[in-house]
């Protein structure tokens, strides 16, 4: 099929916006050139050929799109790759299908993914994710629910049997884990009709997932349970005052953990043109909810000012039963406008007395961290490790946004260590995969794309996380760069 891109109107923006399902991705109506996006800030390869386009920074270099779908099968591998890896290591990004967007998490959604079985890599694939807006020229009265009209861009979940696309503005959309071909849009047996988060938190020990989606207008929360075969079994509203953007939330044993931090969509600057119209309000303040994971009242408590994108985990103490929050933590977000990265996310930590209504915080870390993950059989645990990227100080100056090690936390002996890419290589997020006959938290491996820029070639690149002294134990070659994206996920065989 040939697929026409297209972007929504403004007619289209005053439509969806009486529903409360309107969001951040949706603002591909808005004009694609934003006046306030910067021009270009990386350096290096623009993609194939080397050429360093001229434009914002979000489609240049490494961030910039490829071209079409493709896939490639037996593929090289320096290392060895452990036999235990059995299953497919996908990951979501933005790629604009017609090579231009407004924002850099506007994109459409593509996948990549490669597939692990003894010891070989026996496929990599690149797909767009088919949503409504990828390509299909919307009907005059569009006549799809607009919680379908979003990039799905953002995330993978596997669970309950489905692999499900996200970007915490729509509904799902599933794709099948043996090609990452477009099932379609899942609403959960049509018990979802509001947007899904892109991160929703698994119990390792119920199998149940739990996330929220929010909507702006009205403002709002909408918090789910779904248990272990994929069924909701608890939906609640919940009210907050002003459309907060709530990228993350958080899980413990018994608690859930909301952030509603001062990152707010604003209705005049979409309809200005701005092609992701939210504002930094630091006179709304910041504050942390504390509600039963199982529903009801929300306890809500004041924090100093800050955002959130990404948390590492949360847990109730065992000693006293206080929630504890880990995140990355930015001073400010966007003050200069949504194209503005240069404020820098730093480990923090909440530790939220909720019975005296006391909250003490602390910086954990003065380096720049993002894409935190842990082990997901310590989701809302106490836990002793956590890994996360950076940029190595001792490192040649890189664009923002790029990476180039791993640093991996031990909670318990209150130290660090690192792990250095050689070279002009960065990395993506790294997801972590147990180790089937491990014992240990940290037995099992990371995985993660890199990007080097030398050739503008991309890996997928297995690290052992128990040392991150050591070199990777393998390294996939694959057919071509993987721009730098958002969140994967490890999709085990059955």
């Not at 006549?143 to 309950?160: K, Y």
């Not at 349970?225 to 069924?231: A, E, H, I, L, T």
């Not at 604003?266 to 119209?277: I, R």
Request: net charge negative; charged share 20%.
């Amino acid at each position: 099929m040939v697929k026409t891109p297209h972007m929504l109107t403004r007619r289209h923006l005053l439509h969806l916006a009486s529903y409360s399902s309107l969001g951040l991705a949706g603002s591909t109506f808005i004009d694609a050139c934003s006046p306030k996006a910067p021009l270009q800030t990386t350096t290096g390869a623009g993609g194939a050929g080397g050429a360093a386009p001229t434009g914002p920074w979000w489609l240049s270099g490494n961030f910039g799109p490829v071209e079409g779908e493709t896939e490639a099968f037996d593929l090289k591998i320096e290392g060895e790759l452990p036999q235990a890896l059995r299953g497919v290591f996908v990951r979501n990004g933005p790629n604009p299908y017609n090579g231009t967007t407004g924002h850099w998490f506007l994109g459409d959604g593509m996948l990549h993914g490669v597939r692990l079985e003894d010891g070989k890599a026996t496929w990599y694939r690149a797909r767009y994710i088919d949503t409504p807006v990828l390509g299909v020229e919307p009907s005059d009265g569009l006549d799809l629910p607009d919680i379908r009209e979003h990039q799905a861009n953002t995330s993978v979940v596997h669970h309950g049997g489905r692999v499900l696309c996200l970007a915490e503005i729509g509904l799902p959309f599933e794709v099948s884990k043996n090609d990452l071909g477009t099932i379609g849009v899942h609403d959960f047996g049509g018990k979802l009709a509001s947007p899904m988060t892109a991160h929703p938190k698994i119990d390792s020990a119920s199998g149940e997932m739990f996330f929220f989606g929010y909507g702006f207008l009205p403002s709002g929360l909408d918090y789910h349970v779904v248990d272990s075969s994929g069924q909701i079994t608890l939906s609640q509203k919940i009210a907050v005052p002003e459309p907060t953007m709530m990228h993350d939330f958080q899980l413990t044993a018994t608690r859930a953990v909301f952030m509603d931090f001062p990152l707010v969509f604003d209705m005049d600057e979409a309809l200005a043109g701005e092609a992701m119209p939210f504002v930094w309000k630091p006179s709304l303040g910041s504050r942390i909810g504390v509600m039963p994971r199982s529903g009801g009242e929300v306890a809500w408590f004041e924090v100093e000012l800050g955002y959130v994108f990404h948390t590492v985990n949360a847990y109730d103490d065992p000693n006293d039963g206080a929630v504890v929050l880990e995140a990355i933590r930015y001073a400010s977000m966007w003050e200069n406008g949504a194209g503005d990265f240069n404020t820098v996310g730093h480990l923090h930590r909440w530790r939220i007395d909720v019975e005296n209504g006391n909250v003490k915080e602390e910086a954990l870390d003065d380096r720049g961290i993002e894409f935190p993950r842990i082990a997901p059989s310590k989701q809302g645990l106490p836990y002793r490790y956590s890994f996360g990227l950076t940029i190595d100080s001792d490192a040649p100056p890189t664009p923002a946004l790029e990476p180039n090690a791993i640093i991996k936390y031990d909670r318990e002996k209150g130290n660090s260590s690192i792990h250095r890419m050689p070279g002009p290589r960065r990395l993506g997020e790294t997801t972590f995969v147990a180790d089937p006959n491990g014992s240990a938290e940290d037995d099992g491996w990371l995985l993660a794309y890199d990007y080097d820029y030398d050739n503008d070639s991309s890996a997928l690149v297995v690290f052992d996380a128990r040392d991150m002294s050591a070199p990777p134990v393998a390294r996939v070659l694959l057919p071509r760069r993987v721009p730098y994206g958002f969140h994967g996920t490890w999709v085990a065989d059955s």
